[in-house]
């Protein structure tokens, strides 16, 4: 398997797995990642048994990519001037890729789950407690680094659209299979998340509401209608 968990967007991530549809490419990959260490462009070559210009231009698609990262390093003891130029050295951006349509991210629901079961040992806390906190949290610190509800909505996997009444629905949950078997704890588990995605943003233009059309997510964001908190 090979889940690029931040940094990319669903259509990157969608790019990365299909540029790994290639054998040699996916060989290249693992090469790299397997390595313990960065490689080199001959050290590629080598490990693969093809020609330095082959490797060449799969390196480059993979680092396009974001699959590989680049470092130049200066190889063996000399230092200064006359030691040579810097080699160009590849490590794995990655240890695994993955991605699906419609966006799931049952590895972020996995995430919380641990978490709660982990601060419910640790605490004495309820396990219900446990989960609302733990996701409330996740969702606080994701609101944060997002700054924009929507935008957040977007990069989850919401696929977030407007009702025409100034609110928003959600045309995709991101945990689908899950709450199929587990609705309540996956449910509630989404709730946390959102609400703390909305601290997080210090949205104080929408609240969180449930949605009953099981066609999509268990929530929408509805127009605040009081005064701001």
């Given at each position: 398997?090979v889940?690029?968990r931040s940094?990319?967007d669903?259509?990157q991530?969608?790019?990365a797995v299909?540029?790994l549809g290639d054998?040699?490419?996916?060989?290249?990959?693992?090469l790299?990642?397997?390595?313990?260490?960065a490689?080199s462009?001959?050290?590629?070559?080598?490990?693969?048994?093809?020609?330095?210009?082959?490797?060449r231009?799969?390196?480059d698609r993979?680092?396009e990519?974001r699959?590989?990262?680049v470092e130049f390093?200066?190889?063996?003891e000399?230092?200064?001037?006359g030691?040579?130029r810097?080699?160009?050295l590849y490590t794995?951006?990655?240890?695994?890729?993955?991605?699906?349509v419609p966006?799931?991210?049952y590895?972020?629901?996995?995430s919380?789950l641990?978490?709660?079961?982990?601060?419910?040992?640790?605490?004495g806390?309820?396990?219900?407690k446990?989960l609302?906190q733990?996701a409330y949290r996740?969702g606080?610190?994701r609101?944060?680094?997002?700054?924009d509800i929507?935008?957040?909505l977007?990069s989850?996997?919401?696929?977030p659209?407007p009702?025409?009444e100034?609110g928003?629905?959600?045309?995709n949950?991101p945990?689908h299979?899950?709450?199929?078997?587990?609705?309540g704890?996956?449910c509630?588990?989404n709730?946390s998340l959102?609400s703390?995605?909305l601290?997080?943003?210090?949205?104080?233009r929408?609240?969180?509401?449930?949605?009953?059309?099981?066609?999509h997510?268990c929530?929408?964001?509805?127009p605040r209608s009081?005064?701001p908190?």
């Open positions: 398997m889940a690029l940094g990319l669903d259509g991530r969608l790019a299909a540029s054998p040699l490419r996916k060989k290249l990959f693992e790299v990642r397997d390595s313990g260490h490689l462009r001959d050290d590629c070559a080598a490990g693969l048994g093809l020609p330095r210009s082959t490797i231009a799969h390196l993979l680092v990519e699959l590989l990262l390093r200066k190889m063996g000399r230092t200064g001037p030691s040579g810097p080699t160009k794995a951006a990655h240890s695994e890729v993955s991605a699906s966006p799931r991210h590895d972020l629901a996995a919380l641990a978490a709660a079961v982990q601060h419910s040992i640790d605490t806390t309820d396990i219900e446990s609302a733990v996740e606080q610190r609101g944060a680094a997002a700054g929507h935008q957040l977007h989850a996997g919401y696929s659209e009702d025409g100034g928003t629905i959600m045309a949950c945990f299979r899950l709450s199929q078997d587990h609705t704890v996956v509630s588990l709730g959102l703390g995605a601290e997080g943003c210090g949205d104080q929408h609240d969180l509401a449930p949605d009953a059309n099981i066609s997510c929530a929408r964001l509805l009081g005064p908190r």
